[in-house]
Nanobody, 122 residues
Framework: QVQLVESGGGLVQTGDSLRLSCEAS????????MGWFRQAPGKEREFVVG????????FYSDSVKNRFTISRENAKNVVYLQMNSLKPEDTAVYYC???????????????WGQGTQVTVSS
């Protein structure tokens, strides 16, 4: 089992920055893919960005490319999501997820955090 706990959400204004954290505990995630997803009210959960823990390979959705950055801190088993130039359309609950194996952009991840709310006001 892998437990994931997100933190760092909040209310910001358009153009502001925010950094989310996801701390993983339980079994080793050295062979896992970590992903950030988001879900806005009335919409399906969507893939934002993923990182392969072993080699740091990343993949971003077009909607956040060049604005968001994912990174990991191996010693602490923490994944970060640095969000810059935030827009109202980034408003959503952001979820951290872990998947054993290769990165996928669908929601077929094995473990999920509880989510953290990000609200961007105009």
């Amino acid at each position: 089992q892998v437990q994931l706990v997100e933190s760092g959400g909040g209310l910001v204004q358009t153009g502001d920055s925010l950094r989310l954290s996801c701390e993983a505990s339980g079994r080793s995630i050295s062979t896992y893919t970590m992903g950030w997803f988001r879900q806005a009210p009335g919409k399906e959960r969507e893939f934002v960005v993923g990182i392969t823990w072993s080699d740091g390979n990343t993949f971003y959705s077009d909607s956040v490319k060049n604005r968001f950055t994912i990174s990991r801190e191996n010693a602490k088993n923490v994944v970060y999501l640095q969000m810059n130039s935030l827009k109202p359309e980034d408003t959503a609950v952001y979820y951290c997820a872990a998947r054993a194996g290769v990165m996928v952009v669908g929601v077929s991840y094995d473990y999920w955090g509880q989510g953290t709310q990000v609200t961007v006001s105009s």
